[in-house]
């Protein structure tokens, strides 16, 4: 299983290294991969990251922005080119599932490089990843392109749902990660 991330989990993201370490505790076999690296997350070490690989494969970072739809604007390259870069290490792994956590950058790169290597996409939303989001069509077309969607409570799949996410469409699960306020559900 490879997981798509932002960079390596930070100490307010706990969550995500107890979830792989129960995985791999499962018999699963996961490597983790990071978007960003050092100080990836500059606008000069984007900048750099989207040059580089149009200058590398320029045909496959423009069909993958595109991909993504123009409600996605310049972070369609971005995530374009950053599935361009850490295609090759995630096609020698060879996942079975790619899978990332948050809705935002880190799924737009896992759909594009499960795309590419053929394998399913899965996703967990959380909350400020969608609810911070200021184009929603952009977070609805990421997430349909999902294998299947898993949610950290059902408020989460409410309040995707209020921001223009049909999630009757979507194969959905919820993962509880906190409590949501509902019981019984």
């Known amino acids: 299983m490879a997981y798509i991330l932002l960079g390596a989990p930070g100490y307010s993201e706990t969550f995500i290294s107890a979830e792989v370490h129960a995985v791999r505790a499962a018999g699963v076999e996961v490597e983790l991969f990071a978007i960003r690296k050092g100080d990836g997350g500059s606008r000069l070490a984007q900048a750099a990251l989207v040059s ?8 496959k970072v423009f069909t993958h922005a595109f ?13 374009g080119a950053s ?9 020698t792994f060879d996942p079975d599932v790619v899978h990332a956590h948050f809705v935002n950058l880190p799924t737009a790169v896992a759909v594009l490089t499960a795309d590419d290597l053929g394998k399913p996409a899965t996703a967990t939303a959380h909350a400020a990843d969608f609810m911070l989001e200021r184009k929603p069509g952009a977070l609805e077309r990421r997430i ?6 898993f949610a950290v409570s059902a408020a989460a799949f409410r309040q995707l749902n209020d921001r223009g996410v049909s999630m009757s469409e979507v194969p959905h699960s919820i993962v509880r990660a906190s409590f949501d306020g ?4």
């Open 83 to 91: 599935a361009v870069s850490l295609l090759r290490d995630i096609a």
């Open 67 to 79: 991909g993504l739809g123009p409600s996605y604007g310049a972070r369609a390259f971005l995530a």
């Open 52 to 59: 580089c690989a149009l200058v590398r494969r320029p045909l």
């Open 182 to 185: 509902v019981f019984g559900e």
């Open 144 to 149: 349909r392109r999902l294998d299947h969607l």
